[in-house]
């Protein structure tokens, strides 16, 4: 297809398209002339990738130039190229001193991951993510330990098992990661409005409040 | 106590007390000669308060005022109190257009939460927040309906049934507000990280990757 083709399959604007072409982020289409190139699907795949990090994972374009080399280096296995989408969607650790209290917070989450036989990377950042949770728990006079974490982690297995059987790894990688993405991202954003949603209604029940 | 020994017992520094008196965030202390007030722990629960709202909410001061007036507000039974924290805390809605996929995606969210048998405000702003989930995916080619949702709601009423547990409903209001923003913040980024976690996990399973 022609690049207005590709622009009416993609809903991306050809504008875009190029700008995605000269910052290598959308591999060249074939060259059939001098003036005329003809793209295929996996360039309506790969736009669709890259709309799925832009706007559902809110990455600036340099961490999306970072997952679609991993999507595109064939050396790489899939379980790495998930985990560079994973990890760039992942929030920034706020920053933090390197203190007695830090310290502790880092040894109980790789305590508790060790604990629940979870297979993470030891320089995953989503262990200082944990212990940063951790760490404001303690802060606030709720302090988190293995006990009182269990209920989240078992909730999350949980999902993830249901999750895992919905991205589709047979097809092309670009597909996969995009459903890694867009599900990680909006589905949790599901699964914390569900929280409020369930609080509400069991906060109602508690004091009797029914609103009908 | 005097301001000195509020401040020491708070960790909240003098200045930041007297502006707090200034905004009425925090009730004045009895005053007990020209130049002296005399403050209890009704204050330093006051500012635990003020601080869980702040760096946990991350709430602007007008907001804060809301929460507090609630807490405040004799006639306001707990169900409405914990109500006005929690939409306080919830993330603003993205703009939308009011088009016939928003109504779509609207209505797809009150038949789920009405097939739940939850008890939620028909104004509640979560409800939108839901809506514009289930747009996004939609959108990104993942349809959502009851019965993708449902391992999310399930997962959030049994988290919800152990949390709900641990609020200190028999204390004073304030330190059952100060939990509710706390756990509902802070185990939200618990449970996200987690469930990111267990992802990595069953990906190195599922791919026979054996980080160790």
Chains 1, 2 share one sequence.
Request: hydrophobic share 40%.
């Amino acid at each position: 297809m022609r690049i207005s083709q590709l622009s009416a399959a993609s809903g991306v604007p050809i504008p875009t398209i190029k700008y995605y072409l000269r910052e290598g982020l959308l591999p060249a289409g074939e060259q059939t002339s001098a003036t005329r190139a003809e793209y295929g699907e996996s360039h309506v795949r790969r736009l669709r990738l890259i709309r799925a990090l832009l706007e559902v994972g809110r990455l600036p374009i340099a961490s999306i130039r970072q997952v679609i080399a991993a999507v595109d280096d064939e050396d790489m296995d899939m379980h790495h190229v998930l985990g560079t989408a994973h990890y760039a969607i992942a929030p920034t650790v706020e920053a933090h001193a390197e203190d007695d209290d830090w310290r502790r917070a880092r040894d109980e989450t790789d305590r508790l991951i060790a604990g629940l036989g979870w297979l993470i990377d030891p320089e995953a950042p989503t262990r200082d993510e944990l212990a940063q949770a951790i760490l404001t728990l303690g802060r606030s006079g709720m302090p988190a330990t293995g006990e009182t974490l269990r209920p989240y982690a078992e909730a999350a297995a949980r999902l993830v098992d249901y999750e895992i059987g919905t991205i589709p790894f047979d097809g092309p990688r670009e597909s996969a990661v995009e459903a890694l993405v867009v599900g990680t991202v909006v589905n949790g954003r599901v699964l914390d409005v569900m929280r409020r949603l369930a609080h509400e209604s069991a906060s109602a029940r508690l004091f009797g409040v029914f609103e009908d």
